[in-house]
């Protein structure tokens, strides 16, 4: 590894906050709480810094999201709260059939490269439940998106916690996101951010492609 104990829990700490970041993003029912947070300083400052990464994806997220916060700044509280809460919902919730299909693996592994990967709801379950994970959310399919995120969030804070395992953990986050989100959410985001009303949800959409795609490079240089 090119990275010492110490420097990989840091890394893997980031990476965490990054899809917790995510997943609150695009989870969150938009509230007076959300809208602060989201308009925030170091909400800001977080796009700032990742838009400066050689990410396409990550970068056109950001400027959409960015964007679209300075436009809507003056706006109606109400008014904006309800087009975001339209807008999540039938992007994540219940998605218009004609458009794209729930952001769910098992929605989109046909389109994914599934040679010798078994993407079943009992594969995904066994895989969690080998890793000692269990989704605070547990009326959520195991194929949702945010479910898989949420799991290499928690593995990617699991460094910290058995240190020794570092070199192990590495190699699960790095075959789960390669058999996993990393296989079918690009296609998600592909048939979902056509669709999008609003470049706040279109910008969280390609971030998360982008954020992906570098964890996939990170984990092969570092795993």
């Known amino acids: 590894m090119a990275f010492n104990k110490d420097e990989l829990i840091a ?5 965490a906050s990054v899809y917790n970041t995510i997943i609150g993003a695009l989870m969150t029912l938009p509230d007076d709480k959300f809208l602060s947070t989201v308009r925030s300083a170091d909400h800001k400052a977080f796009l700032e810094s990742y838009k400066g990464l050689d990410q396409p994806s990550i970068t056109k997220g950001c400027d959409l999201i960015l964007g679209f916060l300075d436009k809507t700044k003056a706006d109606d509280q109400k008014e904006l709260l309800e087009t975001l809460a339209v807008d999540r919902t ?6 218009f059939k004609e458009a794209h299909a729930l952001p769910m693996e098992g929605q989109y592994s046909s389109k994914a490269p599934n040679e010798g990967i078994e993407s079943s709801l009992l ?5 969690y439940i080998a890793e000692g994970y269990e989704p605070d959310d547990v009326g959520e399919s195991p194929d949702f998106f945010a479910i898989e995120l949420d799991f290499l969030r928690v593995m990617a804070l699991k460094m910290a916690e058995t240190p020794d395992a570092i070199p192990a953990l590495l190699l699960a986050q790095k075959d789960f996101l390669e058999k996993h989100p990393g296989r079918w959410i690009k296609f998600y985001v ?3 951010a056509p669709h999008a009303q609003t470049d706040f949800y279109k910008g969280w959409l390609y971030f998360m492609e982008g954020f992906l795609e570098l964890e ?3 984990l092969n240089y570092i795993s």
């Open 123 to 127: 594969a995904l379950k066994k895989n």
């Open 11 to 15: 890394m893997g700490q980031q990476r």
């Open 216 to 218: 996939k490079d990170l």
């Open 190 to 192: 592909e048939a979902a």
């Open 90 to 95: 039938r992007l994540i919730r219940t998605p």
